[in-house]
T-cell receptor, first 114, second 114 residues
Framework: ETGVTQTPRHLVMGMTNKKSLKCEQH?????MYWYKQSAKKPLELMFV???????ENNSVPSRFSPECPNSSHLFLHLHTLQPEDSALYLC?????????????FGSGTRLTVV | AQSVAQPEDQVNVAEGNPLTVKCTYS??????LFWYVQYPNRGLQFLLK??????LVKGSYGFEAEFNKSQTSFHLKKPSALVSDSALYFC????????????FGAGTRLFVKA
């Protein structure tokens, strides 16, 4: 384990469902991130939270809604998704947004939209 | 705008031979550069970083990377490949002003044959 835990590991949902992805870290980090990983494409930065404040929304569709109730937890709420949203969703954390020490990633949630 | 290019989708090398995984970047100002590795069904793991100083950076598992400012490259190297090095490798660049956004490449799959 890296110290960043993501649940669930796998999720299959219909296009009309509502579900949430959860990310938790107890590393004392103050910045948390959501990335989308699709095959043979660069990781896509979705959202950035620094000290619980959202500092980046990388033109993500509104069917993805992040929530950061505290520095240790990050959620990604999903509703009315499309099949092209199927991907591996990775959560990461760092000491803070400006940290030079790199990111710690979770193992990801493999999302399939049917 | 910052960008990262990993020109090879896959690199094949025999066990015991040296390996190189290529990365070029574009960023305003001095770059912070990173390499991460991803094993199957896992998140990304930090390997090494270049911030400043010596152009040859040493990291985990015997990997090293060479920063070349004139060629805007940051190639990952290892003198003797192991079968267990087979994985997906990501290069990343972070701007060190303003938003501190980290951009990842599309990844290069390394296959080490016994």
């Amino acid at each position: 384990e890296t110290g960043v835990t993501q649940t669930p590991r796998h999720l299959v949902m219909g296009m009309t469902n509502k579900k949430s992805l959860k990310c938790e870290q107890h590393l004392g980090h103050n910045a948390m991130y959501w990335y989308k990983q699709s095959a043979k494409k660069p990781l896509e930065l979705m959202f950035v939270y620094n000290f619980k404040e959202q500092t980046e929304n990388n033109s993500v569709p509104s069917r993805f809604s992040p929530e950061c109730p505290n520095s240790s937890h990050l959620f990604l709420h999903l509703h009315t998704l499309q099949p092209e949203d199927s991907a591996l969703y990775l959560c990461a954390s760092s000491q803070d947004k400006g940290s030079v020490y790199g990111y710690t990633f979770g193992s990801g949630t493999r999302l399939t939209v049917v | 705008a910052q960008s990262v290019a990993q020109p090879e989708d896959q690199v094949n090398v025999a066990e015991g031979n040296p390996l190189t995984v290529k990365c070029t970047y574009s960023v305003s100002g001095n770059p912070y550069l990173f390499w991460y590795v991803q094993y199957p069904n896992r998140g990304l793991q930090f390997l090494l970083k270049y911030i400043t100083g010596d152009n040859l950076v040493k990291g985990s598992y015997g990997f090293e990377a060479e920063f070349n400012k004139s060629q805007t490259s940051f190639h990952l190297k290892k003198p003797s490949a192991l079968v267990s090095d087979s994985a997906l490798y990501f290069c990343a660049v972070r701007e060190n002003t303003g938003g501190f956004k980290t951009i990842f490449g599309a990844g290069t799959r390394l296959f080490v044959k016994a």
